[in-house]
């Protein structure tokens, strides 16, 4: 029996760099000692805090279906952070609560974009976009941001494949380039956006994670708020990537629209998972950098460690869970360089080409280790860049 086009063709096209995280896992099932530095997934547990709540939630009878668009409290928390944070009037209508930022990429694509509709993005891109906007019948067009420019996408290159599309997807602070665009990038996006009537998708699920400047949300420039879409989660800021809980935050007839989607899709997130998601928003920001605090420690350990040394390049590492490196100096490409790692030192990243061509000759390290281990893969990574060197 045949498949549909739409499911067979979701990860068509793009370059596999997840051999290298295969070949990891492997080797670990084998019993071998890999130091992982690949995926987005913190060295810490949701805390006991948390499940705890989740747990009260569950034994006090939180257990049949949870409203559709998220209990009303935790939406009026999520609009209280958001308005306070951006300055943006929100409220529980300008909220949707989620099964996390992915299904919010999902959903928010679905309701901008019709079948064949161009959807743009920006490459180095989070793994899943392209098959995300495809799954939503949209067509993904990459738009390259480049490593000369820090990874900060120039607006003019946005603006000329612009015409005709209908959306723009664009993630700060980045995944997998640990950079923050700077607030001429966000107006220059903001321009072309309105210039050529696209909505704008801002997945900000890395909104915690700022170790450098600041994390400004485009819905709260002049003009915004009525053709953002920003896409929030638990995952990241509270160490929640398996609860599956994140948010939509847009204009209200959207909501309204996405909230009949999620009656046809996933029909809302457990009520428990909804009520220890709001006990954790509510413990405030020191919950939020006590989770981010072991990222900024291990980017300012792999600063020092890469500043005594000029083979391996560091792209400002301003914000997420990740740096980017620039190992062009070696001559291999991203995929080499971290098939070579793998093999001979037992280190595994993710290399540059697995998120789009605009990051070939890079590598993805995820600072998702204890630090001691991390210093020592770091400065493994740095001779074995060395010794390779020509
Ligand atoms: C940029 C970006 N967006 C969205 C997600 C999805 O996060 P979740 O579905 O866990 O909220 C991730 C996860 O790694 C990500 O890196």
Not at 309 to 323: E, H, K, R, S
Request: with cysteine.
């Amino acid at each position: 029996m045949k498949l549909s086009d739409r499911i067979t063709g979701l990860n068509a096209g793009g370059s596999d760099g997840w051999g290298v995280f295969y070949k990891a896992r492997e080797m670990k099932a084998a019993g071998e000692a890999v130091l992982e530095l690949t995926i987005g997934e913190h060295d810490i547990r949701t805390s006991d805090a948390i499940l705890e709540a989740m747990y009260r939630s569950a034994l006090g009878g939180h257990t049949g279906y949870a409203m559709v668009p998220g209990v009303n409290s935790l939406r009026d928390v999520v609009a209280e952070r958001i308005a306070e944070r951006t300055g943006v009037p929100t409220t529980r209508n300008n909220i949707m609560i989620t099964p996390g930022g992915q299904s919010a990429l999902f959903s928010t694509h679905c309701a901008v974009c019709d079948t064949g509709d161009t959807a743009l993005f920006i490459a180095p891109y989070y793994a899943t976009y392209p098959g995300t906007l495809r799954a939503a019948g949209a067509v993904p067009v990459c738009v390259d941001a480049r490593a000369e420019d820090a990874f900060q996408p120039r607006a003019g290159e946005i603006a000329a494949v612009a015409p005709g599309a209908k959306s723009l997807l664009i993630n700060s602070p980045n995944n997998p380039t640990g950079v923050v665009y700077s607030r001429a990038t966000l107006e220059g996006i903001a321009s072309v956006c309105m210039d050529n009537d696209l909505w704008l998708i801002s997945d900000e699920v890395y909104d915690t994670q700022v170790w450098k400047g600041e994390h400004i949300s485009p819905r709260a420039l002049p003009g915004m708020a009525e053709r953002t879409l920003v896409v929030g989660s638990m995952s990241k800021s509270h160490a929640m990537t398996g609860s599956r809980v994140g948010w939509i935050a847009g204009p209200e007839e959207v909501i309204a629209r996405l909230i009949d989607l999620a009656t046809t899709t996933t029909y809302g997130v457990p009520g428990f998972i909804q009520d220890a998601a709001e006990f954790a928003l509510l413990q405030g920001p020191d919950l939020e950098e006590e989770v981010a605090a072991p990222f900024r420690r291990r980017r300012d350990i792999a600063r020092a460690i890469l500043a005594k040394q000029n083979t391996v390049g560091l792209i400002p590492a301003d914000g997420a869970m990740y740096l980017m490196l620039d190992i062009r100096a070696t001559g291999k490409s991203g995929e080499e360089f971290a098939e070579g790692l793998l093999a001979e030192e037992r280190i595994a990243t993710m290399p540059g080409e697995s998120f789009g061509t605009a990051a070939a000759g890079h590598l993805r390290v995820a600072m998702t280790i204890d630090d001691d281990a991390f210093a020592d893969a770091l400065t493994r990574l740095v001779s074995y860049a060395e010794r390779i060197t020509p």
